[in-house]
């Protein structure tokens, strides 16, 4: 049977997801309409972030719940020297591109169906043991945070349209997190393949675009949209997989 789903990556329980912060201010320079994350002192509530955003003169994209940051969009250096210049801001960071974990080579679209007469249990399945009635995602919920999911596709059961940063429907309009998707969750069946948790229940958290790309700024309001939720849903959720990522190397973080 020919696959439509791609291997995922590593999978993180919803309650293990961690955002750190820089404590010193950055100096940096908006040439343009830019985007940045603004970290605040603590004790600055959402509405103190969004008023201090618009005082400066720049735009609200992201006021999260569960870090005390927001994700700005600065249309110029004097809208950003004010925002430097605010009491409550600690720190502000580009807002950095991310992108699927994926090869160009194995690119695919979303599917609408199965890809052969039979199903296949994939390589990788096997390598982690392939399901049985007592480990097959029973009860689990999972956020498949990522270009979206095909919410049509007939071997991935109903995934919930659960949250998307581009608003409207999280549908996937590139294809790897719908391979994710399959790879993680699709069903025991007689077509395409069988994932690693065929019973789990998909949760479609679309924080990249049909490029296939992304930024911190919607990473972060996926994760927040997640740890709202997660025990609110039914099933909870009780693993985030994010198959993303950016070159880099150990330190490069802004300071």
């Known amino acids: 049977a020919r696959s439509r789903f791609r291997p995922a990556g590593v999978a993180f329980p919803a309650a293990a997801a961690i955002l750190f912060w820089n404590e010193s201010s950055t100096i940096v320079s908006a040439q343009g309409p830019t985007h940045y994350i603004v970290t605040f002192r603590a004790g600055?509530?959402?509405?103190?972030?969004?008023?201090?955003?618009?005082?400066?003169?720049?735009?609200?994209?992201?006021?999260?719940?569960?870090?005390?940051a927001a994700a700005v969009a600065v249309p110029n250096d004097r809208a950003l020297a004010a925002l430097q210049s605010d009491p409550s801001v600690l720190a502000i960071?580009?807002?950095?591109?991310?992108?699927?974990?994926?090869?160009?080579?194995?690119?695919?679209?979303?599917?609408?169906?199965?890809?052969?007469?039979?199903?296949?249990?994939?390589?990788?399945?096997?390598?982690?043991?392939?399901?049985?009635?007592?480990?097959?995602?029973?009860?689990?919920?999972?956020?498949?945070?990522?270009?979206?999911?095909?919410?049509?596709?007939?071997?991935?059961?109903?995934?919930?349209?659960?949250?998307?940063?581009?608003?409207?429907?999280?549908?996937?309009?590139?294809?790897?997190?719908?391979?994710?998707?399959?790879?993680?969750?699709?069903?025991d069946n007689t077509i395409d393949v069988i994932g690693v948790a065929p019973n789990a229940q998909l949760y479609c958290v679309k924080v990249l675009a049909s490029t296939g790309s992304g930024s911190d700024a919607p990473v972060m309001a996926g994760l927040d949209w997640v740890l709202t939720n997660h025990a609110t849903v039914q099933p909870p959720i009780k693993v985030v997989n994010m198959s993303l990522g950016r070159p880099g190397s150990v330190g490069d973080n802004p300071s």
């Open 44 to 68: 600055t509530n959402p509405t103190g972030r969004a008023r201090a955003v618009g005082n400066a003169g720049a735009a609200l994209r992201f006021n999260y719940n569960h870090v005390n």
């Open 93 to 187: 960071v580009a807002d950095r591109a991310v992108f699927a974990s994926q090869k160009q080579t194995e690119k695919g679209k979303p599917g609408g169906g199965g890809g052969g007469a039979s199903q296949v249990v994939p390589a990788g399945v096997a390598r982690v043991g392939a399901p049985t009635a007592t480990s097959n995602g029973n009860g689990v919920g999972v956020a498949i945070v990522d270009t979206g999911i095909d919410l049509a596709h007939a071997d991935l059961g109903s995934p919930v349209n659960a949250f998307s940063a581009f608003g409207g429907s999280c549908a996937d309009d590139e294809g790897h997190g719908t391979h994710v998707a399959g790879t993680v969750s699709a069903l």
